[in-house]
C-alpha cells in the first residue's frame, strides 16, 4: 500500500479498496479509480455531442430544436453556427451568434462539430 488515493469527494487519505471500488472511510463515498482517472483525462476538454474536442473558432451544427426565450420560434435542428467560442468556466460553454436570433450561449452536449 505505498499509493495513498485520496477520496474526491471530501479529500480524505483513510480510503481502502472494496472488489474494484474504492471506498472513503469517513464519507462512505464509493467510486471506481479506473473512471475517475478516464474523466481527469478529459478535465478542460469541451466535447460535442459526439465526443469530438470542439476548438476556439470551430464551425458546429446543432442537433436538435432548441426553444430560445423570448424568440417566437426555436433554433433548428441542423442550423450551421460559425466561429464559435469556448467557455470552459460555464454551464453554457459555447458563445456563438446565429443568425436571426444574435448572441448566444449554447451547451456543447446540443451540438456536434461541422
Not at 86 to 106: E, V
Amino acid at each position: 500500500m505505498s499509493d495513498v488515493v485520496i477520496c474526491p469527494k471530501c479529500s480524505s487519505e483513510f480510503t481502502y479498496e472494496q472488489d474494484d471500488l474504492m471506498v472513503c472511510s469517513q464519507c462512505f463515498y464509493e467510486w471506481n479509480p479506473k473512471e475517475t482517472a478516464a474523466e481527469n483525462d478529459n478535465s478542460g476538454k469541451i466535447l460535442d455531442a459526439n465526443g469530438n474536442e470542439l476548438q476556439d473558432g470551430d464551425s458546429v451544427v446543432v442537433v436538435k430544436d432548441l426553444p430560445v426565450k423570448g424568440a417566437p420560434k426555436p433554433v433548428k435542428a441542423g442550423t450551421k453556427v460559425r466561429n464559435i467560442r469556448l467557455r470552459p468556466d460555464s454551464d453554457h460553454n459555447i458563445d456563438c451568434k446565429i443568425d436571426g436570433f444574435g448572441s448566444m450561449a449554447l451547451k456543447s452536449e446540443f451540438v456536434k462539430k461541422a
